[in-house]
Each structure stands twice: as structure tokens, then as C-alpha cells.
């Protein structure tokens, strides 16, 4: 049973930093897709990053690309999703999800082979 833990979030001032973690808990085996998405009230969910632990490659939304990066530690037992530079408009709760890719080019944003969720954290920017 794979579970996940997300921790980190917080309130911050526009152009302030936070950085979220996941951690994983239970066996995801090979050819893993871990991922960082929000939702804000209102608005759909949304895939932010990312991370495919077999080369460990990442990918990231136009809207985060180089304020944002998503790792991994040597473990393998956390993720992180470092948030630099924050805006008013990445107010959202977010979560961790994982799932399985046999393919890198499988493991992407908008992609729909999570299976395993989080419960959450709440991330808010004030201007």
C-alpha cells in the first residue's frame, strides 16, 4: 500500500520561497511517475511537475518553469517540490501523486497514470 505525505506549505509574501515534501511511504517499484499538481477554489486540478525516478527527468508547466523545481532525495523516500520567486496566482492547495510509466514520455504534467494521492497542502501568496 503506497501512501503519501505532503508537508511544507504556508502562508508567504509575493516573491517569497517555500519548499513542499512528500513522503512516500510503501513500495512504487520501477518505472515510477512522481508529481506535484493544485488546485485553487474553483478552478480544476492541475499537474505543476514532474519527476521520472528511473532517469530521474522532470517536466514543469510554462507558468513555473524556472521558479520552481521538483527532486528527489538519494532514497527515494521523498519528494520535494522547491518553490522560488511565488506569486499571488500559485495559491493553491497542493498535492503529491504517483503512479506508473513504462515510458518517460508517459511521465508529463497533464498526464493520467497516478493512482496514488496525497491529502494535501495548503500553499497561500499574498501581494
Known amino acids: 500500500q503506497v501512501q503519501l505525505v505532503e508537508s511544507g506549505g504556508g502562508s508567504v509574501q509575493h516573491g517569497g520561497s517555500l519548499r513542499l515534501s512528500c513522503v512516500v511511504s510503501?513500495?512504487?517499484?520501477?518505472?515510477?511517475?512522481m508529481a506535484w499538481f493544485r488546485q485553487a477554489p474553483g478552478k480544476e486540478r492541475e499537474g505543476v511537475a514532474t519527476?521520472?525516478?528511473?532517469?530521474?527527468?522532470?517536466h514543469y508547466i510554462d507558468s513555473v518553469k524556472g521558479r520552481f523545481t521538483i527532486s528527489q532525495d538519494n532514497t527515494k523516500n521523498t519528494l520535494f517540490l522547491q518553490m522560488n520567486s511565488l506569486k499571488p496566482e500559485d495559491t493553491s492547495m497542493y498535492y503529491c501523486?504517483?503512479?506508473?510509466?513504462?515510458?518517460?514520455?508517459?511521465?508529463?504534467?497533464?498526464?493520467?497514470?497516478?493512482?496514488?494521492w496525497g491529502q494535501g497542502t495548503q500553499v497561500t501568496v499574498s501581494s
Open positions: 519527476f521520472y525516478t528511473d532517469d530521474k527527468s522532470t
Open positions: 510503501g513500495d512504487t517499484g520501477p518505472n515510477t511517475c
Open positions: 501523486a504517483a503512479g506508473r510509466a513504462y515510458l518517460e514520455s508517459w511521465c508529463y504534467p497533464g498526464a493520467n497514470v497516478f493512482r496514488h
